[in-house]
């Protein structure tokens, strides 16, 4: 994945991922998203996730031990990022309206 650093006027850099198209899709199933992650790393595509660890608890180390303590089913997906072609992307999120 390659991502731009543009610089605003006020000296400010700001990371952008110009590479790559950006949807905004929304669930309203918390399981869909777990098969939305299973299904993209099936097929081998970069996945990073949103839980409601993420959200309670304001530590890093706390997030991950809290997390590894659980099973897969016992996580709260609230938002799953797939990187990938966007034929692929697009394929696997079909069932997602977008985001309005």
Do not use: C, W
Request: charged share 30%; hydrophobic share 40%; glycine share 6%.
């Amino acid at each position: 994945m390659s991502q731009e650093t543009i610089t605003t006027k006020d000296g400010v850099a700001l990371p952008l991922n110009l590479q790559h198209a950006l949807m905004l899709k929304e669930s309203g199933e918390e399981g869909d998203l777990k098969s939305l992650f299973e299904a993209a790393k099936q097929r081998g595509l970069q996945v990073e996730v949103f839980t409601r660890e993420m959200i309670e608890i304001t530590s890093d180390r706390k997030v991950i031990d809290r997390t590894a303590a659980k099973n897969l089913d016992d996580i709260e997906f609230l938002g799953v990022l797939v990187f990938g072609p966007s034929s692929v992307v697009e394929e696997l999120t079909r069932e997602f309206p977008l985001y309005s």
